[in-house]
């Protein structure tokens, strides 16, 4: 239960994943304390890299360096894409998917809807489409 | 910007993601379009940062926090990243029936795909940023055939990459 309630959790599963079984086997205070043990060392190891980041960023190989990092976040945007949308691309459901990535894709870069106004619009859809969608 | 308003931006954006890095369209609209607070070249440094350490995907948005307001600002997206998941407790207590629901099912999957189709279109400004010259583009289509194809991790990717443009400045 904590697993599909986390699934339907905006924000990071895996936080809300900790915080439901934390709630489950302690109580409210206990859900707390592990959300905070949980997400705190990454933020700050991430703060601190970004700090360096920017500390070296103006040393030229760094700055190299940086370049071909974001040649590769660009790959890695675009991998990302494909790892959402390949699991609803089935043979049931791959026309109905590929309409609602389309039109979001549409209705973002082209008429300027706010990325919001697209989600509330899709989930919309959603709610009317038939059962297969997901088969 | 001050900090109340800085998290609130920043967790409209995680609010509106249900996964790794659904949240960047909403973050470029309002940190690099609306209120001009950190430019594509940082968000996509973000991205890297965020790839580069361990722990779940949604942390870059501690680093675009860290780009738009300091050490306060990487406070309020690690405060931003958290607020959510508080959202499972309630959700546990008295929703726990309706988590099965097809149609609540339906809803989310069609918000996740809608997702997937705004990042892409965030994606592009960011591409034109990073993508400078032939070898960037070569680096970036290598980058996507490897993450398709193998199960490297994104980590090792970024650093060969990074390499690969320090050896070419080295021969130039």
């Not at chain 1, 459901?93 to 039109?103: C, D, P």
Request: hydrophobic share 55%.
């Amino acid at each position: 239960m904590s697993y599909a309630l986390s699934r339907i959790t905006p924000g990071t599963n895996l936080y809300a994943f900790c915080t439901a079984a934390a709630w489950l086997m302690t109580n409210t205070r206990g859900a707390v304390t592990v959300l905070l043990i949980a997400s705190l060392p990454c933020c700050i190891l991430i703060a601190l890299l970004t700090a360096g980041f920017d500390y070296w960023s103006t040393n030229i190989w760094v700055k190299h360096a940086i370049d071909g990092a974001l040649a590769a976040s660009v790959g890695l945007l675009l991998a990302a894409f494909w790892s959402i949308v390949r699991p609803f691309l089935t043979a049931h459901s791959w026309i109905r998917s590929s309409a609602i990535v389309a039109m979001s894709l549409v209705l973002s870069m082209y008429f300027n809807i706010t990325p919001i106004a697209v989600f509330a619009l899709a989930g919309l859809v959603g709610w009317f489409l038939p059962e297969d969608i997901t088969q | 910007m001050n900090f109340l308003l800085l998290y609130l931006l920043l967790l409209k954006s995680t609010l509106s993601a249900f996964s790794g890095l659904a949240a960047l369209p909403v973050l470029r609209e309002d940190f690099v379009v609306k209120h001009k607070l950190i430019t594509d070249r940082q968000l996509n440094t973000a991205i890297v940062v965020g790839r580069t350490t361990p722990g779940p995907k949604g942390l870059y948005i501690v680093s675009v926090g860290y780009y738009a307001g300091g050490t306060p600002g990487a406070i309020a997206a690690w405060l931003a990243l958290i607020t959510p998941a508080l959202l499972v407790i309630p959700a546990v207590r008295y929703a726990s029936r309706r988590a099965t629901s097809p149609r609540l099912k339906r809803v989310l999957d069609a918000v996740v795909l809608a997702s997937a189709g705004v990042s892409l279109s965030a994606t592009l400004p960011l591409a034109s940023d990073a993508l400078i010259n032939p070898l960037t583009y070569a680096l970036a289509a290598g980058s996507l055939a490897v993450l398709l194809f193998t199960k490297l991790d994104s980590l090792v990717v970024i650093a060969l990459s990074a390499l690969a443009t320090v050896i070419a400045a080295l021969i130039r």
